[in-house]
C-alpha cells in the first residue's frame, strides 16, 4: 500500500521558490500571485476530490498534474508532493484509498489558504 508523501504542517508555503523565480522578495506581488493561485486551484481541488471519490484514475492524473504545477511555482511545495503522489497514483497503482486520499488533499489545501490570507 503507498504512503502519502509527509505533510510539514509547518510551512505550508515557502516563499522562497517565489524569491528564486522572480530574484527578488515583493510581498505585494506574492501575496496577488498567491491568492490568484488559491481563487484559481479552488475549482480544480473539488474537481479533484470528485475523480478521486468517483475514481477517475485519467481524471485524477491530469487535474493532479495541473495542480502540482502551479502549487510548486508558488512554494505550495506540501500540496505539489501530495499532487504529484495523487498524478502518479493515477497513471500506474491505480487509486488507493481515495477517500483518504480526497481528505488530505481537501486538509493541504485549506492549509495553504490559511497561510495566504494571513500573508
Known amino acids: 500500500m503507498a504512503t502519502f508523501p509527509e505533510n ?3 510551512n505550508p508555503v515557502d516563499p522562497n521558490a517565489m524569491i528564486s523565480l522572480f530574484g527578488v522578495e ?4 506574492f501575496s496577488k500571485l498567491m491568492n490568484s493561485f488559491v481563487e484559481k ?3 480544480d481541488i473539488q474537481g479533484l476530490c470528485t475523480a478521486l471519490t ?3 484514475p485519467q481524471t ?3 487535474i493532479a498534474h495541473k495542480i502540482k504545477s502551479a502549487a510548486r511555482s508558488i512554494g505550495a ?3 505539489a508532493a501530495l499532487c504529484e503522489f495523487l498524478e502518479q497514483q493515477g497513471k500506474s497503482e491505480g487509486l488507493e484509498r481515495p477517500q ?3 481528505v488530505e488533499l481537501g486538509t ?3 492549509q495553504v489558504s490559511q497561510f495566504v490570507a494571513a500573508y
Open 41 to 43: 486551484t479552488e475549482g
Open 108 to 110: 493541504r489545501f485549506e
Open 100 to 102: 483518504d486520499m480526497a
Open 54 to 56: 468517483s475514481n477517475e
Open 77 to 79: 511545495n506540501d500540496l
Open 8 to 10: 510539514s504542517e509547518f
Open 60 to 62: 485524477v492524473v491530469e
Open 26 to 29: 515583493d510581498k505585494t506581488l
